[in-house]
Structures are given as structure tokens and as C-alpha cells.
């Protein structure tokens, strides 16, 4: 005899996540920490990391934000994000020169730290684009292993930031997508592939998934 499953369950649980991200909630001191995902593109130094990184400029990149209310249009935000990618140690004599792979692993870390105030628009919609600019301190790091010598280079310095998404939901948990435009000028460009390139900008565009936490 054939059986056919309850749709009931399905449709319960349906409801209630419409219930959730839908749900009325005041804006004024509203609190909420976002983790976020995407890619981000080193587009301030992209020849550089195309050398080193076997032809691509950019990579993965996951962070996480605080974010307080301002009544019901205004927000300030501080968060962090972090690019991490390995590649390889290359020669290139001029900019228009072949790159020639050295085969020495190359780890490179970029963790831009930031705050930011931004406004959102359409009060009282589910769909809410937004804005925001700020500034904060981005860190560098590079390490190389050459014969089993191990070679690094540091620097933190200070960036701007301009941010650019759009959220859904009013509730307690919300989805949304975000693009970041970030400088970060003077943080390389002192020796290696990237003075030959002239490039010392470690800043560039993300393009993240954003899931967010409301109290």
C-alpha cells in the first residue's frame, strides 16, 4: 500500500523561519553580530598577487562584525576580516617580463580591522539597502620558505573603508550581501615582485554573504 508523507512539518517549519526573519523589530539600540563570507580581490596590488599566486588576484575571505543601532536609519559598525592564501616566490625583471616561478612556498596574510558608520534606507521594509564609510588599521604578513631558511615581512597600516549591501528581514535573524572597497596604501612594495610592479596597496573590493544575529 502506498503512503504519502505529511506536508505539515514542512509547511510549520516554513512558517515559523518566515516568522523569524519577518518579525517587527525596533530599530533604535537594536544590536546585532554578523559573520560574513565571500572573496575578496587584491585589485591595489592585482599584478603582484597574480605573479605569486599562479594567476589569480584575489581569493577566499571570512570575517564577523558588531553592529549597534542609531535609531532607525543610522548604524555604526566595527569587524574584522581575514585573507589568508598560499603562492609561491617568483623573479620578474620588469613589469612587462615573464614571471619565473622560484618554487618556494609563499604564505600571505591580510587581516583589515575597521569601523564604520553607515545608514540604511526603505525604514520599515524587509529589503534594506544601505551605505556606510569608515577607516582602521590593516596588517600584513608574509612568509616564505627558501632552502629551509624562513624569510617574513610585517607591516600594519592605516585604511579606509566604503561599504555598499543590502539586507532582508526584520527579526531576529537576517541575510543580506555586502561589497567593500578598501585602501590600504604603503603596507608593501619595498623590495620583491611588488616594488618591480610599483604596487603597495593590499587594499581592494569584497564581495561577501552576510548572516546576521539581532538583539
Not at 594567476?55 to 569587524?79: D, K
Not at 535573524?173 to 596597496?201: L, N
Amino acid at each position: 500500500m502506498r503512503t504519502f508523507a505529511n506536508p505539515f512539518p514542512r509547511r510549520a517549519c516554513l512558517a515559523a523561519l518566515a516568522a523569524i526573519l519577518l518579525a517587527p523589530t525596533a530599530r533604535a539600540g537594536e544590536v546585532s553580530l554578523t559573520l560574513d563570507g565571500g572573496w575578496h580581490e587584491l585589485s591595489g596590488a592585482s599584478n603582484s598577487a597574480k605573479a605569486v599566486f599562479d594567476g589569480q588576484s584575489g581569493g577566499p575571505t571570512f570575517g564577523f562584525a558588531g553592529e549597534f543601532g542609531l535609531g532607525e536609519s543610522f548604524f555604526i559598525r566595527a569587524g574584522a576580516r581575514i585573507f589568508r592564501r598560499d603562492g609561491e616566490r617568483v623573479f620578474v625583471a620588469a613589469p612587462a617580463s615573464p614571471v619565473f616561478r622560484l618554487g618556494h612556498p609563499l604564505k600571505v596574510r591580510i587581516i583589515p580591522a575597521y569601523g564604520l558608520i553607515g545608514y540604511r534606507f526603505l525604514q520599515g521594509g524587509s529589503l534594506r539597502p544601505y551605505i556606510g564609510v569608515g577607516g582602521g588599521a590593516t596588517s600584513y604578513d608574509e612568509e616564505s620558505d627558501v632552502a629551509g631558511e624562513i624569510f617574513t615581512s610585517t607591516a600594519t597600516k592605516a585604511s579606509g573603508h566604503a561599504v555598499a549591501g543590502l539586507d532582508f528581514g526584520r527579526g531576529m535573524i537576517r541575510v543580506g550581501g555586502e561589497v567593500m572597497y578598501s585602501v590600504a596604501p604603503k603596507a608593501i612594495g619595498f623590495d620583491g615582485v611588488s616594488e618591480i610592479y610599483g604596487e603597495d596597496d593590499i587594499g581592494g573590493l569584497s564581495a561577501v554573504i552576510r548572516l546576521s544575529f539581532v538583539h
